[in-house]
């Protein structure tokens, strides 16, 4: 009501300006016909014509825009529902609990005898697949795109050992008789280390090698891939299955496995001298940020994202079409999983969270051009800042990444400014809009360039990392 008045005020208020202006240059022109006058009056029309619409004119304007189908809407949501059930049927469900529990395995052999070991139990708190699964799927990571630093020094350490009769005297094999009775294909270095001094090695024999007669010891310690880096550790396969890595039986030490290459299922040019590093001409997986687009964490995390998307984002894209939509929704996408793949390098993220935050981003400025013309805009505005809250504590909880989110939010609104048609009807539109597209652009240079010089910040921002995953009470948030 109150917006209706003030409305009506400024309506009686512009007619006696104009008809003040009406009347002294109608006396101008009338006691002096000139040239100079007749402009004036010309120009006081046209600028009546294009400076003021009516609320009728408006309505009118506002119906003859066309409803656009929803296509890519309706089809993010049902391809999100299919891989998230794919996921679920191929990897089953992961534990969901939010209280810590650790499984405890005992008897596993290692160079020094049978130990006890207790290890975390992975779990998915949005009722979804295993971690490991959205690797396979698509998610991004940064170990499958890029050279991490851990992969640098693993390089550096294992410099020296391709896999030629050159160097094979850089192994042999490492026994603990008995009571141990464990052996494995170490180098010299290593089996000090990891039996202190106890073991024997023996320069030049490999374990699995052996002749009969030497097999009294067994060969039991072998590679295991563990993790999300592409390591590659030497223990037992109890001790693999505690770490829920990949036991590799067939082999006997780290340098002929590339724990990476398999996880990442890259496509690389190592060679069979050192099976275990990628080659220079690694093609590492950009593609990675848009087949993580439409990926989801578990049942939880997708509710809660179609919600968004058919009461915030279908709307959206029946006023706007569905092209305007996708570059939202995308580019918010894309820039979100750059940041988390930044702060979290070794833990796999998904594209569909901060995507939805460019959509509520998009809603939020629509709410703000149409704020006169909105039966009730403060609610609507508070149903929007609900929204953005309730992700944003989600954002708090693992997997779900905080930073995504709100960088999601930022691009949003950017790209609303360029791609969104605004509400400005009249002769001054294009000028208008053209102004916003102009910014736009420059706001999304300047985006760019700072996250070329804010990103390398965020690998080190102890607070970011906090903000990432909250110790809630009686939760846990170390889930990788």
């Not at 880096?229 to 829920?244: R, V, W």
């Not at 340098?255 to 990442?264: A, R, T």
């Not at 998009?362 to 149903?383: D, H, M, R, S």
């Not at 706001?443 to 110790?471: A, D, K, R, S, Y």
Request: negative net charge.
């Amino acid at each position: 009501m109150q917006t209706e008045r003030n409305y009506f005020m400024q309506l009686y208020k512009w007619k006696l300006d104009s008809l003040t202006d009406i009347i002294k240059i109608a006396r101008d022109y009338y006691s002096d016909p000139t040239e100079m006058n007749l402009a004036h009056w010309n120009l006081l029309k046209r600028n009546l014509s294009k400076e003021y619409q009516s609320f009728a004119d408006i309505r009118m304007n506002v119906q003859r825009i066309p409803d656009y189908c929803p296509h890519f809407t309706i089809a993010l949501v049902l391809l999100q529902v299919l891989m998230l059930t794919v996921l679920c049927v191929q990897y089953d469900f992961s534990d969901a609990g939010l209280v810590p529990e650790d499984t405890v395995r005992e008897d596993i052999p290692t160079f020094l005898g049978t130990e006890t070991f207790t290890s975390p139990v992975e779990s998915n708190i949005w009722l979804g697949p295993p971690i490991r699964s959205f690797i396979e799927a698509g998610a991004v990571i940064a170990s499958c795109m890029r050279p991490l630093k851990q992969q640098t020094t693993s390089k550096a350490k294992h410099k020296h050992r391709a896999m030629n009769e050159k160097n094979r005297e850089y192994f042999g094999c490492c026994e603990m008789a008995s009571p141990f009775n464990t052996a494995g294909t170490t180098t010299e270095a290593e089996c000090k280390n990891l039996t202190y001094g106890l073991g024997k090695w023996t320069r030049g024999v490999w374990c699995s090698e052996r002749s009969v007669t030497e097999k009294s010891v067994a060969h039991v310690i072998k590679p295991c891939c563990s993790g999300f880096s592409g390591e590659c550790y030497m223990c037992s396969q109890g001790e693999c299955d505690n770490m829920a890595g990949v036991f590799h039986s067939e082999l006997d030490h780290c340098v002929q496995v590339n724990c990476l290459k398999e996880m990442c299922k890259l496509a690389d040019s190592s060679t069979d001298e050192t099976p275990w590093m990628l080659g220079p001409n690694t093609r590492w997986q950009w593609w990675r940020y848009l087949t993580a687009i439409p990926l989801t964490y578990g049942i939880i995390h997708i509710l809660t994202l179609t919600f968004v998307q058919l009461f915030v984002m279908l709307p959206l894209e029946m006023c706007v079409g569905w092209p305007r939509v996708v570059i939202a929704y995308v580019g918010s996408s894309v820039v979100g999983e750059m940041v988390a793949n930044t702060m979290e390098p070794v833990s796999p993220h998904v594209g569909s969270t901060s995507g939805v935050a460019g959509i509520l981003a998009v809603a939020v400025l629509e709410v703000c051009q149409a704020w006169n013309f909105l039966q009730y805009p403060l609610l609507e505005t508070i149903k929007l800042l609900s929204i953005i809250l309730f992700i944003s504590f989600l954002g708090t909880w693992p997997l779900i990444s905080l930073a995504s989110f709100l960088t999601g939010l930022i691009t949003g609104a950017i790209l609303g400014f360029v791609v969104i048609p605004y509400i400005i009807f009249g002769d001054r539109r294009g000028y208008i809009r053209a102004r916003l597209v102009f910014f736009g652009f420059i706001l999304i240079i300047l985006g760019v360039v700072f996250l070329q010089w804010f990103l390398p910040f965020l690998e080190t921002c102890e607070f970011c990392h906090f903000m990432e995953c909250l110790p809630h009470k009686g939760a846990f948030s170390n889930v990788i």
